[in-house]
């Protein structure tokens, strides 16, 4: 089976600009997670995703947003870039069902803020 | 959510067993101990997880102490490509809606040497 997939892998933006990451699931997975991983905070749950449903959030500002599309594919979006977003943006997907928790994750995009 | 604690590093040869310790005290008798490992730049990879007995796979065990207070992940001849940051986390009960968010810690560096 095929990884999760994140495009694009890199990405340079400048302050006030928005971005759209993508976010392609293992087949069969219906559920999608959006995590921010920086140095000093560590991994920082955003949303997850379930059948195009927003089913949880994480404390981020509403300038992070996201959607999931019929195929389970999934994008975010962050709007008015700042220099604090400068982070690695992490995709996970999952099973649905009591016992299938565990999540697999992307390589992820690096985005870079100048 | 229950906490855990590891140490943040440890050097290991290789070809030998890598035992990395996980201190989860104040677990809960229905949380789950998960763990990932995350090499540099690349998202984090699951590993195994268990719930009260020891569980094996194809990439390492996992032994948890009666008390499910402690846990330990072995990885039985560790390669140099097993030197990663490896994450000790304990999953909120399934019930909250929130088993899907993963809040890593600071994990143990290892680095297996030659």
């Known amino acids: 089976k095929a990884g999760v997939t994140q495009t694009p892998r890199y990405l340079i933006k400048t302050r006030g600009q928005q971005v759209t990451l993508s976010c392609s699931p293992i087949?069969?997975?219906?559920?999608v997670s959006w995590y921010q991983q920086t140095p000093g905070q560590g991994l920082q749950f955003l949303f997850e995703?379930?059948?195009?449903?927003?089913?949880n959030k994480g404390n981020f500002p509403g300038r992070f947003s996201g959607r999931q599309f019929s195929n389970s594919r999934s994008e975010m979006n962050v709007s008015t870039l700042e220099l604090g977003d400068s982070a690695l943006y992490l995709c996970a997907s999952s099973l649905t069902g009591v016992n299938s928790y565990e999540q697999y994750f992307g390589p992820g995009t690096r985005l870079t803020v100048t | 959510d229950a906490k855990t604690t590891q140490p943040p590093s440890m050097d290991c040869a290789e070809g030998r067993a890598a035992n990395l310790p996980c201190n989860h005290s104040t677990i809960s008798g229905n949380e789950y101990v998960y763990w990932y490992r995350q090499i540099h730049s690349q998202g984090p990879q699951y590993i195994i997880h268990g719930l009260k007995n020891n569980e094996t796979n194809e990439m390492a065990s996992l032994i948890i102490t009666e008390d499910r207070k402690s846990s330990t992940l072995i990885l039985p001849h560790a390669t140099l490509r097993d030197t990663a940051v490896y994450y000790c986390i304990v999953r909120p009960p399934i019930s909250s809606g929130s088993a899907r968010q993963l809040t890593f810690g600071s994990g143990t560096q290892l680095t297996v040497l030659p």
């Open positions: 087949s069969g997975h219906r559920s």
């Open positions: 995703y379930f059948s195009e449903t927003q089913r």
